[in-house]
């Protein structure tokens, strides 16, 4: 298991740009990590995935050309920088470690074990 906490959420116009940041602890090492979403009365949705390398990235289609996941290793940290926001991007964004050193690629939240608390996004029009 990891502990994540998540941070950098807020208001911001459309248009404009937010960077989140996820800080890990525990069993960090050696896992792919994701960001999930969640709009109210929605279910939780992938954003985006990272390797454990960074040398994949995996994005849904709605986020591409606008969203960047990075991470930096030494610092235990993966972020994931929101540029030309939406309304529709608005949501309680969640980080998660993946449940296994090799990353399959999947986009389902049950194949990621430990998540933050979440850090709300809200996007005005």
């Known amino acids: 298991q990891a502990q994540l906490v998540e941070s950098g959420g807020g208001l911001v116009q459309a248009g404009g740009s937010l960077r989140l940041s996820c800080a890990a602890s525990?069993?960090?090492?050696?896992?792919?990590m994701g960001w999930f979403r969640q709009a109210p009365g929605k279910a939780r949705e992938f954003v985006a995935a990272i390797t454990w390398s960074g040398g994949s990235t995996y994005y849904r289609d709605s986020v591409k050309g606008r969203f960047t996941i990075s991470r930096d290793n030494a610092k235990a940290t993966v972020y994931l920088q929101m540029n030309s926001l939406k309304p529709e991007d608005t949501a309680v964004y969640y980080c998660a470690r993946y449940s296994s050193s090799y990353y399959s690629g999947s986009y389902q939240a049950r194949d990621f074990d430990s998540w933050g608390q979440g850090t709300q996004v809200t996007v005005s029009s």
């Open positions: 525990g069993r960090f090492m050696g896992y792919a």
